[in-house]
Nanobody
């Protein structure tokens, strides 16, 4: 059974940190692309980070550079999104996503499996 299960969202104050987790099961993890997207209120999902599994290289959206870090734990089939210096505009529902394409881009259509999302709300 294919599952991507996010956790770690919640309420934070501006300047705080949160770490999101996504446990992956039922999918081949030999050489995928894994990503984090977010959906801001009233908007479509947008790319946050993408990891090229074979190299571990991570691409970041401009909004995430310098504040967010994507990492993984192979033994736990888990990816993480460490979010530091949170801003009000980071308030969104965050999703992890899987693509069997090792070179998947930031387009939503490149990803075939998605988690259910975890809400992050940042207050002042």
């Amino acid at each position: 059974q294919v599952q991507l299960v996010e956790s770690g969202g919640g309420l934070a104050q501006a300047g705080d940190s949160l770490r999101l987790s996504c446990v992956v099961s039922g999918l081949p993890m030999d050489n995928p692309s894994m990503a984090w997207f977010r959906r801001l209120p009233g908007k479509d999902r947008e790319f946050v980070t993408i990891m090229r599994w074979s190299t571990g290289y991570v691409y970041y959206a401009d909004s995430a550079k310098g504040r967010f870090t994507m990492s993984r734990d192979d033994a736990r089939n888990t990816i993480y999104l460490q979010m530091n210096s949170l801003k009000l505009e980071d308030t969104a529902e965050y999703f992890c996503a899987y693509s069997s394409n090792p070179y998947a881009g930031p387009q939503i259509s490149h990803y075939s499996s998605w988690g259910q999302g975890t809400q992050v709300t940042v207050s002042s």
